[in-house]
């Protein structure tokens, strides 16, 4: 379809760009795009592909303001949102979790976000103390999921506390692996030891 519509635009452009031209100066005259200023567009173009285009610009985005972050509970469903960052939570399960706004473009595989992780665990036992740092990155493919809801990636990290290892604190970056302009979004937990 793209190489078509492209085709169809080339062929107008050569017809009226003058030497031999077999369109008549009124035919021309209707054909010559006004073009948007912001996207290079006409004005026929953009009411067709600007919205698309401009979440295509925006790439993987978050759902709402709390949609990346800590959650009381596991699964699919947050229970309660404790924000992006919580630190030391009391006794239970939680989750890290993601529900992202996806463009409803682009072929399997085309939207990707990385998860990166670090925690240090901090463990007090009789003879002393011994910290340990570990890190984790992982990619996640994320596709467009309706008008209802976002693609979820729930859980993508589980939370309990306290934690019999060791006192616990993590970060953690999710970035949209957008090609022009990926964005970040960071937050923290901590359990005490058990």
């Not at 925006?58 to 800590?70: D, K, R, T, Y």
């Not at 682009?106 to 463990?123: D, M």
Request: glycine share 10%.
């Amino acid at each position: 379809m793209r190489t078509f519509m492209g085709v169809v635009v080339s062929g107008a452009l050569l017809a009226c760009s003058g030497e031999g031209n077999t369109v008549s100066t009124q035919q021309c005259a209707n054909q010559t795009p006004a073009a948007s200023p912001s996207a290079g567009l006409t004005s026929f173009e953009e009411s067709l592909v600007g919205p698309l285009l401009s979440d295509v610009r925006a790439g993987v985005q978050p759902w709402n303001e709390q949609s990346i972050g800590i959650c009381k509970g596991q699964g699919r469903e947050c229970q309660e949102y404790l924000g992006s960052s919580a630190d030391e939570l009391p006794p239970g399960e939680y989750m890290m979790r993601a529900e992202l706004k996806v463009p409803q473009v682009g072929s399997k595989g085309a939207w990707r976000v990385k998860l990166e992780t670090e925690c240090t665990t901090t463990r007090r036992t009789e003879r002393g103390e011994s910290v340990t740092t570990s890190t984790s990155s992982k990619e996640y493919e994320v596709q467009y999921a309706g008008t209802e809801r976002g693609s979820r990636l729930s859980p993508l990290v589980t939370i309990r506390s306290p934690d019999p290892s060791g006192a616990r604190h993590c970060t953690y970056t999710l970035t949209s692996l957008h090609p022009d302009t990926p964005l970040a979004w960071t937050g923290s937990w901590s359990v005490p030891q058990s």
